[in-house]
Nanobody, 122 residues
Framework: VQLQASGGGLVHSGGSLRLTCAAS??????YAWFCQPPGKEREFVAA????????YYGDSVKGRFTVSRDNAKNILYLDMNSLKPEDTAVYYC??????????????????WGQGTLVTVSS
């Protein structure tokens, strides 16, 4: 299984970006995005579970970010709107088979992409 993330870049506060994660290999239960802000721990952003039938979001991105997955193409997306400087981070896609209560835990994911940097200027 391999994950290839792309779409990061520099954007002004209030702007938008779309991150893409192309996955190869078998299907997993959960496809997620995590981010790691500078000098901080990795944190959960969003996930789609069970062929995108359920979606989960971190509190800081609810209402601004939308996670989706093209099941046929095996591509995961993260549409990021109303970006804030505090969204600046390296964003990682990850796949795994965590139970629902561990969907937001990095320990639930077996395979990680290489990360793509998002920088939001004020």
């Amino acid at each position: 299984v391999q994950l290839q993330a792309s779409g990061g870049g520099l954007v002004h506060s209030g702007g938008s970006l779309r991150l893409t994660c192309a996955a190869s290999g078998r299907t997993f239960r959960s496809y997620a995005w995590f981010c790691q802000p500078p000098g901080k721990e990795r944190e959960f952003v969003a996930a789609v579970v069970n062929m995108a039938s359920r979606r989960y979001y971190g509190d800081s991105v609810k209402g601004r970010f939308t996670v989706s997955r093209d099941n046929a193409k095996n591509i995961l997306y993260l549409d990021m709107n109303s970006l804030k400087p505090e969204d600046t981070a390296v964003y990682y896609c990850a796949v795994g088979d965590p139970i629902i209560s561990y969907v937001s835990a990095s320990e639930g994911y077996r395979v990680w992409g290489q990360g793509t940097l998002v920088t939001v200027s004020s």
